[in-house]
């Protein structure tokens, strides 16, 4: 079947009916709207409802990290700033070395804070891993080996 161009389709022929004009309900509209754009709002809608806390404040981690989690975090972002380094192919042994060298001296830091540390502080095990593990790349990286094989 072919598509008659002149021939106008049903659909174009249907006709949507015109609305009345009540001109007493837009103003009903206008006013009411008006009304409620004109009123001050109230300050309370703004606010934050108040929440408990979920957990007693017995319970709650502190925000504050003590110094030996601090230092291990450092640590921790040093390795990832290295491993980024070693990744992108752009890097150069330049921009390397000094990542490398500033890990290495954080380490060393790492290490005398170890000596202090009581065996019983949860953030030794981690502190200790972490001093492990730089001393090791710093020692791959001082060697020439620098990626996995």
């Given at each position: 079947m072919k598509i008659d161009p002149t021939n106008p389709s049903?659909?174009?022929?249907h006709t949507v009916p015109a609305r009345s004009n009540?001109?007493?309900q837009n103003d009903d509209f206008a006013s009411v709207f008006k009304t409620q754009m004109d009123r001050k709002p109230d300050p309370s809608l703004n606010s934050p409802p108040q929440l408990s806390?979920?957990?007693?404040?017995?319970?709650?981690?502190?925000?504050?990290?003590?110094a030996q989690a601090q230092t291990a975090s450092d640590l921790?972002?040093?390795?990832?700033?290295?491993r980024q380094l070693l990744a992108d192919s752009r890097a150069t042994l330049r921009d390397i070395a000094p990542v490398?060298?500033?890990?290495?001296?954080?380490?060393?830091?790492?290490?005398?804070?170890?000596?202090?540390?009581?065996?019983?502080?949860?953030?030794k095990d981690v502190l200790q891993e972490t001093v492990l593990m730089i001393n090791k790349e710093v020692?791959?990286?001082?060697?020439g080996v620098y990626l996995e094989e």
């Open positions: 049903p659909a174009a022929t009540n001109k007493g806390p979920m957990m007693p404040p017995s319970l709650r981690m502190e925000h504050r990290m003590s921790l972002d040093g390795m990832d700033q290295y490398v060298e500033t890990i290495e001296k954080k380490s060393a830091k790492a290490q005398k804070m170890l000596a202090d540390m009581a065996e019983t502080n949860p953030v020692e791959r990286f001082k060697l």
